[in-house]
């Protein structure tokens, strides 16, 4: 399975987690993605720094090839699902703990 489809995989399971399995409903809020946008700005300068430096280095063979900021369009798809998948398990772990 080439990166591509991992993070394309990632991206739907925290999605289908949010609004499907747990309904925390993240996604339908103004406060994720403006959360999100404060770490996106984070991410592209980390991954350029890491990629143009060639700390990190993909496969040509593993990625489609679009890069922002140096970066594979994977690796802003799989930060998104990270994002979502803790902080879906964030509020989901603390509803838990109150019961």
């Known amino acids: 399975m080439s990166y591509t489809q991992l993070a394309l995989v990632a991206v739907a399971i925290a999605v289908i987690?949010?609004?499907y399995l747990f309904k925390t409903e993240l996604l339908k809020g103004k406060i994720?993605?403006?959360?999100?946008?404060i770490i996106?700005?984070?991410?592209?300068v980390t991954n350029w720094w890491l990629t143009s430096r060639n700390i990190v280095m993909y496969s040509p063979d593993a990625i489609i090839?679009?890069?922002?900021?140096s970066a594979p369009i994977e690796d802003l798809l799989f930060g998104f699902a990270l994002?979502?998948?803790?902080l879906v398990n964030w509020i989901r772990l603390d509803a838990s703990h109150k019961r």
């Open 40 to 44: 996106l700005g984070f991410q592209l």
């Open 83 to 86: 994002v979502l998948g803790v």
């Open 32 to 37: 994720f993605w403006t959360s999100y946008s």
């Open 65 to 69: 090839g679009l890069r922002i900021a």
């Open 17 to 19: 987690f949010d609004l």
